[in-house]
């Protein structure tokens, strides 16, 4: 696979491998239908789909998830050439990440601190000394 893409790195051939194994159980999977056909007749008489049909065509996809992720089909390789443009080096994660999330500012944290509280009473307008309980109040 990097005879065909130079730009993969060892950090890719989790994905690569991912993809090769997709494609061999595709394989098996599409062998089974030739060989038993894709639909069959039920008891009703009606005409249904094997169910190695849908795991075929689940397969595709996933195969397909992996390749846009790899730059294999020719929407992500458009999108890698656009976001390399004029770079010297190719940067596939840069590339990658480009693609999928426009630049944004950065968010500000808001600060750590809160501004201090104002007592509800000032220490002078306080009936009792700073440590001593609140008087208590007589019923009428």
Do not use: H
């Not at 010297?88 to 630049?103: I, K, R, T």
């Not at 600060?111 to 009428?140: C, F, I, L, N």
């Amino acid at each position: 696979m990097r005879e065909l893409l130079p730009y993969l790195t060892e950090q890719d051939v989790p994905c690569c491998r991912g993809w090769a194994e997709a494609e061999l159980i595709g394989a098996a999977l599409f062998a089974a239908i030739m060989k038993d056909g894709a639909t069959f007749k039920t008891e009703g008489g009606d005409i249904a789909a094997r169910r190695v049909v849908n795991d075929w065509r689940a397969m595709k996809l996933l195969q397909l998830a992996y390749e846009r992720e790899l730059g294999l089909t020719p929407a992500a390789r458009a999108t890698l050439r656009a976001a390399t443009k004029g770079q010297s080096e190719f940067d596939l994660v840069a590339a990658m990440a480009s693609a999928v999330q426009p630049e944004e500012p950065p968010v500000e944290d808001p600060p750590d601190e809160e501004p201090p509280r104002e007592d509800p009473v000032s220490p002078k307008e306080s009936p009792t000394e700073p440590g001593q309980p609140a008087p208590m109040k007589s019923d009428p």
